[in-house]
């Protein structure tokens, strides 16, 4: 091939091999809870920005093996060559992700849970059917095992949830401004759902502090404070999740500041309908929304490809 040839070519190769995707054709499992259509909506929306740029197919459900075993199947149908599976969750540490991990084959002891969450995707699939008039779903495969993991020959690797990401801190921060008034006079407390794990609750709360602290360095606030209120676990263990909660907001109050409450969910729908029932009687303003809607995670879903 001639020097002319070459340099006629070079510009082409450098996009091929820089260009992601275009190579490997790697594609995006983007695993989300489902929940209601609105919420489906808004995940289903973010999976559309980043279509344009990587194929993504969206699984929902709580480590459930039929929706991710769907999308893996669609995208073989467009042709990708290994998957990133990238869990919308706001934490990896939950039994959730360690069922899903061991579902996609990157971890090898099945969780205790992984029963469980078997059992309530199977009876999800079938409530779906019925809903549709049609029990097609259900019975198309009645051998159908929920607790085993996926069958592909396409390489999977998992990412991390959302945990300590600076995307995070960067919504929460625009989250709390939004409903701020006067910074230095303000105590911003940020909540999550929490896991029942000790364990776990404990590395939610770290990374939490990593989110915290970096808000910290960008504002004004007079304090930043975060918890959990752990709403799935033993009554005793949700009570003094309760007490903390109040007692933040009590201490901020008797200080003379006001309270900004920012919900550390990726959509609003319940959870902060309970922390609302917990700080009842008690003066407070709430972000006006959660982490969907924003752009800013179809970045956060990119970025987790390319550094994989």
Not at 91 to 120: C, I, K, W
Not at 125 to 142: C, I, N, T, V, Y
Request: aromatic residues 4%; proline residues 5%; charged residues 25%.
């Amino acid at each position: 091939m001639s020097r002319r040839a070459w340099t006629q070519l070079l510009p082409v190769l450098s996009f091929v091999l820089l260009t992601p995707g275009i190579v490997d054709a790697q594609g995006i499992l983007l695993l989300a809870h489902g929940g209601r259509a609105d919420w489906n909506r808004e995940v289903l929306a973010l999976a559309d920005r980043v279509d344009s740029s990587v194929p993504i197919e969206v699984a929902f459900g709580m480590a459930s093996k039929r929706t991710i075993q769907d999308a893996l199947e669609r995208l073989a149908e467009r042709e990708v060559t290994s998957v990133v599976a990238v869990p919308l969750f706001v934490s990896s540490h939950s039994s959730v992700m360690r069922a899903t991990e061991y579902l996609l084959g990157t971890r090898d002891d099945a969780p205790a849970q992984m029963e469980a969450f078997g059992n309530m995707a199977a009876r999800m699939a079938a409530r779906m059917a019925s809903r549709r008039g049609s029990k097609e779903e259900a019975d198309d495969d009645p051998g159908f095992d929920w607790t085993t993991p996926v069958e592909t020959t396409i390489p999977i690797t998992v990412g991390p949830a959302l945990d300590s990401h600076a995307i995070v801190s960067e919504i929460l921060l625009s989250r709390a401004l939004d409903v701020s008034e006067a910074p230095e006079d303000e105590v911003v407390v940020v909540v999550a759902h929490g896991p029942s794990s000790e364990d776990d609750n404990e590395l939610w709360l770290g990374n939490m502090g990593i989110l915290v602290e970096a808000m910290r360095t960008r504002t004004d606030f007079g304090r930043i404070e975060h918890l959990t209120v752990r709403d799935d676990a033993s009554e005793p263990v949700r009570g003094q999740a309760t007490e903390e909660l109040r007692a933040v907001v009590e201490g901020a109050v008797d200080e003379g500041k006001s309270v900004l409450i920012v919900p550390l969910l990726l959509s609003y729908g319940g959870i902060e309908a309970g922390i609302r029932e917990r700080l009842e009687g008690l003066p407070y303003r709430m972000a006006r929304q959660a982490l969907l809607p924003d752009e800013r995670l179809s970045e956060w879903v990119l970025l987790q490809v390319n550094e994989r």
